[in-house]
Structures are given as structure tokens and as C-alpha cells.
């Protein structure tokens, strides 16, 4: 049986636990030596995936940006950008969004309803797979893992997340925590509310606390509760 990946949740929030603001700009929550590090976790990885909601919101280029890295991973035998993964239940995708347009190879998961839908947005853009009539994030992972994912990192959203936190399938957490205080109802969070695995009493372990300038990343296991 091919093993699924190792699953990395990468997040910068408020102190109040927040991913964004309600603007129409997006809220920069990392510093420049953050967002240097995530670079560095992004070239560490075989596989980002984002939602579509976020792709639709942000319009991310999703790439490593260090010359050095992709150099890097091109000398492991490795492709120069990890594969580019995105999940549609809607089948609600924009072709010209940078995401297809940028970096080397893409692929969605999405449903049956969906898949002609996704295929006549994008045409040979990204690879397409239906996980079935829903979406299934077990699914997802076992054929990211035939695919020879052994490392996904999944930058958002907040649905994306607490899905994958209340299925106890997320490894590793990545939070970056910025000195903001943002409180506006509706703008979204890291997490939501779920089923979470034990509770509210259950305790991660924690891996690491580190000050980056003036954001503290916080480094969780969330199998590891106590």
C-alpha cells in the first residue's frame, strides 16, 4: 500500500486568530524573514496545495522564489517547483488566474458533478481527478502518495485546515503569529469550528517556539495529544 504524504499546515494569523481582514486588499500578517522561511519550507516539499476559494481570493503565484532553492532541488533529482495542488467542489476555477501560470506542474481534485466543468475551464492547464459524488479528503492523500508525494504543505484556507484537523490527518502545524489584533466579523480564521480529535481538553505537542522579528512561529504536532 502507498503511504500517504506527510501532511504540513502552514498559517500566519493575528494574535486574534485570524488569517485575513475584510478589505480587498490582502492583510500581510508574516515579515520578510518569515515569508523567507516559508519560502524555504515551500522548496522543502513535494507538493503545496491551497483551496479555491483561496486561489480566487488572493491569486497566489504559489512558486519558491529563491533562485538558490530551485537550484537545489533541480541537483536532488527533484522538479524545480514542487507540484501545485487544488481542490474544487464547485468546479468554480478562472484559467486566468496565475496559479496555472507560473511554477511547473498543477493539479486539481475535485468531484464528479464537477469534473466537465473544471475540464472546459481549463482544458491540459492542470492534471484533473474526481475523488467520487464528495470530497474525500482520505482519497486526495492516498493519490498523492501514488503520485510520489511524500511531503505536502497546504497553505489554506481555513476550510482546507479545520477539515483536515477534524479528520486527524494534518502531521505537522506551521503557525506564524503577527502582533495584529483583527476582530472583524467575518473575515476569516485558521481554524473553525469542528469535532476536533479528544476535545478540548487535548494538548498538542509542541515542537518548536521561535521569534522570527516581530512574528513568533509555533511549530505543533496535532497527532501527539495527551
Known amino acids: ?8 499546515l502552514s498559517a500566519a494569523t493575528s494574535v486574534d486568530g485570524y488569517l485575513d ?7 500581510l500578517l508574516s515579515n520578510a524573514d518569515d515569508f523567507d522561511r516559508v519560502d524555504e519550507v515551500r ?8 483551496g479555491a476559494t483561496t486561489m480566487r481570493k488572493d491569486n497566489p503565484r504559489l512558486l519558491v522564489n529563491s533562485e538558490e532553492r530551485r537550484a537545489k532541488r533541480l541537483a536532488e533529482g527533484r522538479s524545480e517547483y514542487p507540484l501545485k495542488v487544488t481542490v474544487t467542489a464547485s468546479g468554480d476555477l478562472d484559467a486566468s488566474l496565475k496559479f ?6 498543477k493539479l486539481i481534485f475535485t468531484v464528479d458533478p464537477a469534473v466537465d466543468k473544471v475540464i472546459a475551464a481549463l482544458g491540459d492547464l492542470a492534471d484533473v481527478v474526481s475523488v467520487g459524488p ?3 479528503w482520505g482519497l486526495v492523500l492516498d493519490e498523492l502518495g501514488r503520485r510520489g508525494v511524500g511531503r505536502l504543505m497546504v497553505e489554506g484556507g481555513g476550510t482546507i485546515h479545520t477539515q483536515l484537523m477534524a479528520q486527524n490527518l494534518a502531521d505537522e502545524v506551521h503557525l506564524a503569529v503577527a502582533p495584529l489584533l483583527v476582530g472583524q466579523v467575518g473575515a476569516p ?3 473553525g469550528a469542528a469535532d476536533y480529535p479528544g476535545g478540548s481538553t487535548s494538548r498538542m505537542r509542541l515542537l518548536e517556539a521561535r521569534p522570527i522579528g516581530d512574528v513568533v512561529l509555533l511549530r505543533y504536532a496535532p497527532k501527539e495529544r495527551g
Do not use: N
Open 1 to 8: 500500500m502507498t503511504a500517504r504524504p506527510y501532511v504540513l
Open 100 to 105: 496555472w501560470h507560473f511554477g511547473g506542474q
Open 43 to 50: 522548496a522543502s516539499c513535494d507538493a503545496i496545495l491551497i
Open 21 to 27: 481582514d475584510t478589505s480587498p486588499e490582502r492583510l
Open 189 to 191: 480564521k485558521f481554524l
Open 134 to 136: 464528495e470530497l474525500d
